[in-house]
């Protein structure tokens, strides 16, 4: 586990995937060579060098490979790393292809491919007894075995994060066992389990109901001067935060996709109490040197 | 509160794929619904599902729905099979109120059949065309019913995304989809029949790429009236299309408006423009699940059935989209 008082300055994965939230045009008109690891690999390491202390990234081929990169050029030790699974918009895609069912079988299969035993031995008794957890449990395993094969023994897996769409997805149908069960197999594993959220009152709300721990857990949330994703609006998001001072909040989407200049998303974000950290997507190396150097001035 | 007699609206989702699982978690969210049932062919499925969504019925087929004096049913089956699944609600009195996912059915007389058998039984029905709800091009329709571009006189509509790029030959993924044009550029088809009133087919050009059984890249041209010319693109097969993308570029007497599903830009004739994104139309929902629009579009098919008002797009309204589908398929040669 790492120095729980310690600020985070996390460099966002957003960009390597192509992401824009702002506008999907925007995206495209950056062009491939953002996704290309090794151009990402250092800007990863430029942020690193200018301010930022930690990786928040989905697990996917593409991520890992800037991991094995970044251990390869000895960056690995004082990178802190916050994995968010699973990679939801490769499986989104999947099932479009191939329907519910065929994403279970391909995933199946690369369990088997990968020779984990554990996770094969927990996958065969989350299938023959259809528990969910068991399914869960397996699918972490897999994932994080294969952060720590890349990222190598020297990073510090300092969180492993629900995607959105599981977190959100899990608030709505009420599956306080689910979050329960994630809690304590991460914490059993030493590593803080983390939930990424675009309803973060809905969630704060829910998890006092359910009596969760909110000083052993971490929470991505968006946070933002115009209140883009902060449902249901920005005044409620800032009062639950305020509520909620002892857990370890990290704010995302600060630059609300590109909308705003980093120097007015951070003098929003000096206004707002009890937040661990920030996480920002950054895609050329003048970006990531002025963003976090500026990060690191108004932040920590 | 009371409604319809009862403490909370009775909602059952039939097909448990991306979309129904979708639907059932936002449903569950809302005060007035009580996630009553869940159907899906699969045993599989519904096993896991018994877990997952505990106290609620899961049943295999739409028939066992017939005793739980549910209110409304949301249809998120493949398309082929909305025509019976919803002949099958209406004809066996299981509910009045009936969502489904685009397009309504895979033909437009079978379509038609629906309009008819809705109006006959009477309640709320409505197509799942969200983009309606998206702030974007509900900005749009806005500034067009405002006359801001003037009187149009053309548009270019196109649905794109990157999603068989590069898949097998003969994959079955597209006959399982529909073609493009049901899967893809229903969306867009709709947006235009919204914003531009009826508007006929006059030419059209289907492509497959891989020889697939259905199209995969769909070139048209239509009619509108007073003269109004527009043409769509729409393909699956696009590099670069990481999601699935859908614009209108509108060109009128008085300047133009490109609208997508992130933002609107204006350029008038007469200097002047503006742009507005997501961000400055006030994009919030009470919970976000998938896209804002999904959550809007649910609460306002809950809020019409609760109010006994209609909803648009109607089974009528949408089947319009069929209706221009079965032209382009049919007249392209």
């Given amino acids: ?300 | 509160m009371k409604i319809l007699g009862r403490e909370s609206l009775r909602v059952a989702v039939v097909g448990l794929g991306k979309m129904g699982i979708l639907h059932a978690s936002i449903l569950n969210t809302l005060p007035d619904v009580q996630l009553t049932a869940l159907c899906d062919k699969s045993a599989m499925i519904r096993r896991f599902c018994k877990r997952v969504f505990e106290g609620v019925h899961l049943v295999g087929d739409v028939e066992e729905l017939s005793d739980l004096r549910l209110d409304a049913i949301y249809v998120t089956t493949p398309i082929s099979s909305h025509f019976l699944v919803i002949k099958t609600i209406y004809s066996k009195g299981i509910a009045r109120n009936v969502f489904v996912e685009k397009t309504l059915a895979s033909s437009y007389d079978k379509a038609k059949e629906l309009c008819a058998l809705a109006q006959s039984f009477g309640g709320v029905n409505m197509v799942g065309y969200q983009r309606r709800l998206n702030v974007s091009f509900m900005k749009a329709k806005d500034l067009l019913t405002q006359g801001t571009i003037g009187e149009v006189a053309s548009f270019n509509g196109y649905a794109y995304s990157s999603d068989l790029l590069g898949s097998r030959k003969n994959s079955k993924t597209s006959v399982f989809r529909g073609g493009v044009l049901r899967d893809l550029g229903a969306h867009v088809v709709d947006l235009a029949l919204w914003f531009f009133g009826d508007l006929t087919v006059d030419s059209a050009r289907l492509e497959s790429a891989t020889k697939r059984d259905f199209e995969d890249s769909v070139y048209f041209r239509v009619k509108g009236s007073d003269g109004l010319e527009g043409e769509f693109n729409i393909s699956w097969c696009m590099e670069n299309y990481r999601l699935p993308e859908f614009g209108l570029l509108i060109k009128g007497s008085k300047g133009i408006m490109r609208v997508d599903e992130d933002k609107v830009e204006l350029k008038l004739d007469n200097g002047k423009s503006s742009m507005w994104y997501r961000h400055d139309l006030n994009d919030n929902v009470d919970f976000l699940l998938g896209a804002p629009e999904f959550s809007r579009e649910d609460q306002y098919f809950v809020k019409s059935v609760l109010e006994g008002c209609n909803a648009e797009p109607s089974f009528c309204t949408a089947s319009k989209v069929d209706y221009i589908i079965d032209q382009v398929e049919h007249g392209s040669g």
């Fill in chain 1, 1 to 300: 586990m790492s120095n729980e008082s310690e600020k985070m300055l996390l460099v966002g994965d957003n960009p390597f995937h192509g992401i824009s939230h702002l506008s999907q045009e925007r995206a495209r008109v950056r062009g491939d060579a953002i996704t290309h690891a090794e151009h990402a690999a250092k800007l990863v390491v430029t942020s690193l060098e200018n301010g930022a202390n930690g990786f928040m990234f989905s697990v996917s081929e593409i991520t890992l490979s800037i991991l094995r990169m970044i251990r390869e050029t000895g960056g690995s030790e004082r990178l802190r790393l916050y994995a968010i699974v699973p990679y939801a918009y490769e499986y989104v895609r999947l099932v479009t292809q191939i329907g519910v069912l065929g994403l279970a079988k391909n995933f199946a299969k690369q369990i088997a491919v990968s020779g984990n035993v554990r996770a094969i031995a927990m996958g065969l008794k989350g299938v023959i007894r259809v528990d969910p957890v068991a399914l869960m449990k397996t699918y972490l395993i897999y994932e994080i075995s294969r952060i720590k094969s890349s990222a190598g023994k020297q990073a510090n897996l300092d969180s492993v994060l629900l995607h959105e769409i599981i977190t959100d997805m899990a608030l709505a149908l009420n599956l306080d066992w689910l979050f329960k069960s994630y809690v304590d197999f991460m914490l059993e594993l030493g590593i803080k389990p983390g939930f990424e959220t675009r309803n973060f009152v809905f969630l704060a709300n829910k998890f006092k109901e359910w009596s969760i721990d909110f000083e052993k857990i971490a929470i991505a949330a968006p946070f933002n001067k115009v209140g883009f994703q902060m449902n249901p609006s920005k005044d409620e998001c800032e009062k639950a935060l305020a509520n909620l001072p002892e857990t370890g909040v990290l704010a995302i989407s600060v630059l609300a996709a590109g909308y705003l200049k980093p120097l007015e998303a951070s003098k929003y974000l000096q206004t707002l109490p009890n937040l661990k950290g920030v996480v920002v997507g950054v895609s050329k190396e003048t970006q990531a040197r002025e963003t976090f150097r500026l990060l690191k001035e108004n932040l920590i």
